[in-house]
């Protein structure tokens, strides 16, 4: 894949029919027309991603909404109106426009208006070469199957040059400003519900639908495997005590993650030391990686709170742990 910072470059190569991975606010995805079954068929080769598990559609804003989905309940569009551009998905039921190869065959489809500059460039740009104003790309995050997703292009460059010539491209956005994935909510009820935790949080939803949001699903989400965002290391969940009794040799090579308040263990390699929640999000997936690079056997974890985007850290290293 050949890197460009122009996203009317990027917009050419998806008309196209080709891939190019995008800088999103949350995580980089891994893009291609949402209306091009070969192209999307592309994406899940590359990934290495199941044919029924669902993509992402991304549109250039909340009026495209009603172009993917139908019977699009009130507490989505208030979700739509308060949180877009950003990092929510919602997930509601799915119009003709919406083919089996993204949804996965099910009858609801994810579509998602993401806030960074060059994603609102690129579908203003294939917008103007479509002369379709409702046109959407497809996107999940751009790593392979079950493993970590990318918060830079770099990410990206290391995950899929191997995989993905040099036809398509890597939009260069920076990194990721939130750095875990956009919260998604099954819309396709009469209530909300979380299927993925993310920056929106419960309460937040809460406060613009005026109802507790359910907590389960019917709707399937493989980002709701038990096993996913997984670095090769094991990762090992532990508390502050836990981590201060722990102990390490050369052999073990043990990486720690753990808010700045914590202190290292001798002979312990600090990956992170992140001085807050929101921070912990933004350099998570970079210090799982980086776990990697250093051949690290074992990442010993501390969780954060709940509180803002600490549910989501939480919950993507339960799963990271999980393997
Ligand atoms: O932040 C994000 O959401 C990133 C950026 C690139 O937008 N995308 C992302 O996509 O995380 P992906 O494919 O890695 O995760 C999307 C999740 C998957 O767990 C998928 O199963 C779920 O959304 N999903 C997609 N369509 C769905 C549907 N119709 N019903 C239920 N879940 C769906
Ligand atoms: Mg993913």
Same mark, same amino acid.
């Given at each position: 894949?050949?890197?460009?910072?122009?996203? =009317?470059?990027?917009?050419?190569?998806?008309?196209?029919?080709?891939?190019?991975?995008?800088?999103?606010?949350?995580?980089?995805?891994?893009?291609?027309?949402?209306?091009?079954?070969?192209?999307?068929?592309? *994406?899940?080769?590359?990934?290495? =991603?199941?044919?029924?598990?669902?993509?992402?559609?991304?549109?250039?804003? %909340?009026? %495209?909404?009603?172009?993917?989905?139908?019977?699009?309940?009130?507490?989505?569009?208030?979700l739509a109106e308060e949180f877009w551009p950003g990092p929510m998905t919602?997930?509601?039921?799915?119009?003709?426009?919406?083919?089996?190869?993204?949804?996965?065959?099910?009858? !609801?489809?994810?579509?998602?208006?993401?806030?960074?500059?060059?994603?609102?460039? +690129?579908?203003?740009?294939?917008?103007?070469?479509?002369?379709?104003? !409702?046109?959407?790309?497809?996107?999940?995050?751009?790593?392979?199957?079950?493993?970590?997703?990318?918060?830079?292009?770099?990410?990206?460059? /290391?995950?899929?040059?191997?995989? *993905?010539?040099?036809?398509?491209?890597?939009?260069?956005?920076?990194? !990721?400003?939130?750095?875990?994935?956009?919260? +998604?909510?099954?819309?396709?009820?009469?209530?909300?519900?979380?299927? =993925?935790?993310?920056?929106?949080?419960?309460?937040?939803?809460?406060?613009?639908?005026?109802?507790?949001?359910?907590?389960?699903?019917?709707?399937?989400?493989?980002?709701?495997?038990?096993?996913?965002?997984?670095?090769?290391?094991?990762?090992?969940?532990?508390?502050?005590?836990?981590?201060? $009794?722990?102990?390490?040799?050369?052999?073990?090579?043990?990486?720690?993650?753990?808010?700045?308040? *914590?202190?290292?263990?001798?002979?312990?390699? =600090?990956?992170?030391?992140?001085? $807050?929640?929101?921070?912990?999000?933004?350099?998570?997936? %970079?210090?799982?990686?980086? &776990?990697?690079?250093?051949?690290?056997?074992?990442?010993?974890?501390?969780?954060?709170?709940?509180?803002?985007?600490? %549910? &989501?850290?939480? /919950?993507?290293?339960?799963?990271?742990?999980?393997?």
């Amino acid at each position: 894949m050949q890197f460009t910072t122009d996203p =009317r470059v990027a917009a050419l190569r998806l008309r196209d029919g080709g891939l190019v991975a995008v800088p999103t606010e949350t995580v980089y995805g891994l893009a291609a027309r949402a209306d091009d079954p070969h192209a999307v068929a592309r *994406i899940y080769a590359a990934k290495g =991603r199941p044919a029924d598990h669902p993509l992402i559609v991304h549109v250039a804003d %909340a009026s %495209a909404l009603d172009h993917w989905a139908v019977s699009i309940p009130d507490y989505a569009r208030a979700l739509a109106e308060e949180f877009w551009p950003g990092p929510m998905t919602l997930v509601v039921k799915r119009s003709d426009r919406a083919g089996d190869f993204i949804t996965g065959g099910q009858h !609801s489809v994810a579509v998602r208006v993401s806030s960074h500059p060059l994603m609102d460039e +690129i579908l203003r740009a294939l917008i103007q070469l479509t002369d379709d104003p !409702s046109i959407g790309i497809a996107a999940p995050s751009a790593n392979r199957f079950g493993r970590v997703s990318p918060t830079s292009a770099k990410h990206v460059h /290391d995950e899929f040059a191997d995989i *993905i010539g040099d036809d398509d491209y890597i939009l260069d956005g920076g990194e !990721s400003a939130v750095g875990v994935e956009s919260t +998604i909510i099954d819309c396709t009820d009469e209530i909300p519900r979380l299927l =993925r935790a993310g920056a929106i949080t419960v309460d937040d939803i809460e406060q613009v639908t005026g109802v507790v949001p359910g907590m389960t699903s019917t709707v399937r989400a493989s980002g709701t495997l038990e096993s996913h965002y997984a670095p090769l290391a094991d990762v090992v969940i532990t508390d502050a005590a836990g981590l201060a $009794s722990s102990h390490s040799t050369d052999e073990a090579r043990v990486g720690v993650l753990a808010l700045a308040s *914590i202190e290292t263990p001798v002979g312990m390699v =600090r990956l992170s030391a992140p001085a $807050s929640n929101d921070e912990y999000a933004h350099v998570l997936y %970079a210090a799982l990686r980086e &776990a990697d690079a250093l051949q690290l056997i074992t990442v010993l974890a501390v969780l954060p709170n709940e509180s803002g985007l600490g %549910a &989501a850290v939480i /919950d993507r290293l339960k799963r990271a742990a999980h393997s």
